[in-house]
């Protein structure tokens, strides 16, 4: 049994992976100041699983709580979420988000040396590759940030692989998510927006149940099949297991592993939308709005090298991904 560190696990999709880690029989501690959970997802995990993982409601920005748990526990790996995540919001406040992502992963990797665990994997995400790409995105493809948001996770891979550099004795995976997406099939627990959803799924959920009138659609002139913007969604379980298979991973001893985590498929909002008025038996009535700036046409992942490094790829399609975000919402139409 290895004691794995979550930081942010009782978000979406660390929740998931408490519950694939907990299935495998692994003993889980989560930090979370709760800015973007629940409480009741830990009363879900424990309905899944059986088991309760080890719980503390303290900040990542907090030395001394960080080292309570470290000194608390005998903690193998940490597997970091921890971190502000809207787009738009980091616009708005960039200072919060250099906090809390930027300082509040340098007092993380502080501390960890400090007490000798040296092994970590981090929630990057396909921001850092920018708007100027084309699909399908391999890892090696130009790196850059448009908001403040991408600007932390690119800062923060920056910082990983300069700590990897100084002291190779660092075990360091970096996972590049494209666009999570369903629900645990249980329909406990899933993607419980505060505020405004920014992403689709919750979005297209929320008015196929009847609570948003229709769904804004930002631009019908890109270059795809129908118009629409073309992404690649992965289902969040899918997301999860590949964490697990980072921590398995044998690393090469001259690098950090860096990988994509995506279907390596694109689907468009309208695609989205089909599908799933297809699984919910609903129609999802919607608007046509201009583009967004720096939208671009396409973007999807090359899962290969995931496959060849740490022998994971995705195994659910986008019918699954609208089954499990309808089931959960009909379960939890207001959250958690």
Not at 23 to 39: A, F, Y
């Amino acid at each position: 049994m290895k004691k794995i560190l979550l930081t942010g696990g009782v978000g979406y999709i660390g929740s998931h992976v408490c519950i694939e880690l907990i299935n495998k029989g692994n003993e889980v501690v989560i930090i979370d100041n709760l800015c973007n959970s629940s409480m009741e997802v830990l009363n879900r995990i424990k309905k899944i699983t059986g088991f309760s993982p080890i719980f503390y409601e303290k900040d990542i920005r907090d030395k001394s709580a960080l080292l309570e748990i470290f000194n608390n526990h005998s903690i193998d790996s940490v597997i970091h979420f921890a971190g502000l995540k809207s787009l738009s919001e980091s616009l708005d406040k960039p200072i919060s988000y250099y906090d809390n992502n930027l300082i509040g992963t340098i007092n993380l990797l502080t501390i960890m040396a400090q007490v000798n665990c040296k092994s970590i994997v981090f929630s990057s995400s396909a921001t850092v590759y920018g708007t100027n790409q084309d699909s399908p995105i391999r890892e090696n493809s130009p790196l850059s940030a448009t908001n403040p948001y991408g600007q932390t996770k690119l800062l923060i891979e920056r910082l990983l692989q300069d700590l990897y550099i100084s002291d190779n004795e660092w075990n360091i995976a970096i996972l590049r998510y494209f666009n999570p997406a369903g629900a645990h099939d249980s329909g406990l627990i899933g993607e419980s927006i505060i505020g405004i959803a920014n992403n689709l799924f919750p979005n297209v959920a929320k008015v196929a149940n009847g609570k948003l009138e229709k769904l804004t659609i930002f631009g019908d002139d890109f270059n795809t099949h129908d118009g629409t913007g073309v992404r690649d969604y992965i289902h969040v379980v899918d997301l999860a297991k590949g964490h697990l298979k980072a921590l398995e991973a044998k690393k090469s001893d001259s690098k950090v592993l860096v990988v994509n985590l995506g279907t390596g498929e694109g689907y468009s909002v309208l695609d989205v939308i089909r599908e799933f008025e297809s699984v919910s038996n609903k129609i999802i009535p919607y608007k046509f709005l201009g583009r967004r700036k720096g939208d671009v046409s396409k973007c999807f992942a090359d899962p290969s090298l995931a496959l060849k490094l740490i022998d994971w790829k995705a195994e659910y399609r986008l019918s699954q991904m609208c089954k499990d975000a309808w089931n959960w919402e009909l379960l939890n139409p207001n959250g958690y």
